[in-house]
């Protein structure tokens, strides 16, 4: 790494001193306001809500401990459970989505098509806009004008409004909050797909291969640790679920569509408080087991994105 | 046209690809085909926003019947004069303005000084054992700490816009962190040397030589922050306690249910609260495209 080159300014250099002022005061001042923010702000709430979480604390007066008696409870509870695995459901799909339609909009918008940058204008465009807002819109498209439509052309499926059907829900919240991400996710594959030099493909061409056989064999290998980056950006995102979601459905018809977020949120009341910080830490081991389950996946692919 | 658009900002910018006179590369022939088939695909993006453009613009008997994507006749310009009434839109907005020019700010300041001292003595056991604690923040969704959080906030006194700008800051810090000292590893330290033997301190060297050399990654931090701060809707709502001082984004939350019987009025507020990124990007089409590329690739 580069040397450090620590000018002189340490004055008398006790042992104590050493340690806690290696450098010119200068880099101290840098560096320990970010410090000191970041542990009051973020690190001592979250051992805060850690400590909270072992408690029967309801967000004021008085509290003792209780053990795993509130980790107990949510793991037998069927609000947490179902809200686990409407988040889980919905990143997955919604994942998967995204990433496939956008690896195929990359393409699309890499070859050569006529005004193609203004036809990318167009598909980035959601990536800027509030998450809630697109939602709001879209709620009225799919509750009202959708099912117009469909019925105007007898498309039965879409002749209900799907927000309010309990199982299909989910489906609406994943096609928004596809909708939003898809624009980030095709701009990292432009990235990635700009790097390709177009002689890979001259030669590919000059061995007879066809279109589908250059995407499998030089497009796709080549994206790779794109798609692995758009992954775990979209997945991470996707976990904290919360505006699309109160913007279209609200967390329904009835809890069908509640994320962990909001179950999480829902401990400001009904003296849920402790009992939710519980919820909360078992939301942070699930994140951090992805973490480091991607990164272990970034470091086995040479970690050289 | 939109083409037109893209191309606008000739300004010096990050060096990408110029594409200037002719929207199409160089060699081989249009693909037609697939033209016609992106521009069809294109709709699904462009129709929601033509029918909210619509919807904001009809008269409340026009909204209430159809699908709501017949042509807005008579047009009401008076919809945005009501939903600005309505919603208060300029002290809304002067929230979101306020919040999102403190992050904008306080994200490029602090996580480049510490991304810097960090990165020039990296020698030092302190400074690496700084960067990886600075880290945990990646592992730290909001919605974990929120709780406490929220607690904390209103218990000193910042349950507020200011609150929710400094929360923005040190949510993003770690990932800002490690964006500018990827990029500061990349400067040679010479040139900071030669400023330290023309008699510069600590300070100027950072703020003469090394900060105008992170204009592109402090643009790319910059943009990444302008976006999130302004569409965030989880933090103010939940920080900021008082409704009077809300964001645009928990304004239109906060007014949906007054919304409900005058729904053009209500697209009509969407579409002001939409418009700040939605013209700041297609001004600014290229930085922002280039910073989210350099922000993935690190």
């Not at chain 1, 002189?8 to 002022?21: A, D, Q, R």
């Not at chain 2, 306080?106 to 480049?112: M, Q, W």
């Not at chain 2, 949510?171 to 400023?195: K, T, Y």
């Not at chain 2, 922002?288 to 690739?297: F, L, Q």
Request: proline fraction near 6%.
């Amino acid at each position: 790494m580069t040397a450090t080159s620590a000018p002189s300014g340490g004055g008398p250099l006790g042992t104590v001193k050493k340690i806690f002022f290696p450098v010119a005061p200068a880099y101290l001042l840098m560096i320990i306001p970010a410090i000191l923010l970041f542990t009051f702000f973020i690190i001592y709430p979250a051992i805060q809500g850690m400590f909270y979480s072992f408690t029967n604390f309801v967000g004021y007066g008085t509290f003792h401990s209780i053990g795993f008696a509130n980790y107990k409870a949510a793991f037998s509870d069927p609000t947490i459970r179902d809200s686990y695995g409407f988040t889980l459901l919905f990143a997955v799909v919604a994942c998967i989505v995204t990433n496939v339609v956008a690896l195929a909009l990359a393409i699309a918008l890499n070859s050569k098509i006529k005004w193609r940058s203004g036809l990318r204008t167009i598909f980035f465009m959601p990536m800027v806009l509030s998450g809630l807002i697109v939602s709001y819109i879209f709620t009225f498209i799919i509750s009202t004008s959708v099912p117009i439509i469909s019925a105007a052309i007898h498309f039965a499926p879409l002749e209900s409004n799907i927000l309010a059907n309990q199982h299909l829900a989910w489906l609406g919240v994943v096609f928004v909050a596809s909708w939003v991400a898809i624009p980030g996710a095709i701009i990292i594959f432009l990235a990635g797909l700009t790097g390709i030099p177009t002689e890979v493909y001259e030669a590919a061409s000059i061995d007879g291969a066809t279109a589908w056989t250059k995407f499998r064999h030089v497009t796709f290998p080549l994206l790779f640790s794109f798609l692995v980056i758009n992954t775990i950006l979209s997945f991470k995102n996707f976990l904290n679920v919360y505006d699309i979601v109160v913007g279209l459905t609200g967390g329904g018809p009835g809890t069908a569509t509640t994320s962990v977020a909001q179950t999480i949120f829902s401990g400001f009341f009904n003296g849920d408080y402790a009992y939710q910080m519980a919820n909360a830490v078992i939301f942070f081991l699930i994140t951090l087991l992805f973490a480091v389950f991607q990164l272990s996946v970034i470091r086995r692919r040479g970690g050289g994105l | 046209m939109a083409t037109e658009v893209s191309t606008a900002p000739v300004v010096a910018g990050p060096p990408i690809r110029t594409r200037r006179p002719r929207p199409v590369p160089e060699g081989g022939r249009i693909n037609w085909g697939l033209t016609i088939i992106v521009a069809i695909v294109s709709l699904i993006v462009i129709i929601p926003l033509y029918f909210a453009i619509a919807m904001a613009l009809k008269s409340p008997a026009q909204t209430g019947t159809g699908t709501g994507f017949n042509f807005p006749w008579p047009i009401q310009w008076g919809n945005f004069r009501a939903a600005w009434d309505l919603t208060d839109t300029p002290l809304a907005f002067s929230m979101s303005l306020l919040i999102t020019l403190l992050a904008v700010a306080g994200e490029i300041l602090v996580s480049s000084l510490a991304a810097w001292a960090i990165v020039r003595n990296w020698g030092h056991w302190q400074f690496r054992a700084t960067f990886g604690y600075l880290m945990i923040a990646l592992f730290i969704p909001f919605p974990v700490v929120a709780l406490p959080q929220v607690k904390l906030m209103a218990s000193i006194g910042l349950d507020n816009p200011f609150g929710v700008a400094i929360l923005h800051i040190l949510f993003n810090l770690a990932f800002n962190v490690l964006l500018f000292s990827a990029f500061i590893r990349g400067i040679p330290v010479e040139l900071e040397e030669s400023a330290r033997l023309d008699g510069c301190t600590t300070w100027q060297t950072f703020r003469k030589i090394v900060l105008p050399l992170l204009a592109p990654i402090s643009a790319t931090v910059g943009i990444f922050a302008f976006l999130q701060s302004w569409n965030d809707f989880m933090m103010p709502q939940l920080i900021t306690a008082n409704p009077k001082f809300q964001t645009l984004p928990v304004v239109q939350y906060l007014f949906q249910d007054q919304f409900t019987t005058n729904i053009n009025v209500a697209f009509a507020s969407y579409l002001m609260a939409l418009l700040p990124t939605l013209v700041v990007f297609l001004i600014a089409q290229r930085w922002v495209v280039s910073g989210i590329m350099r922000g993935s690739i690190k």
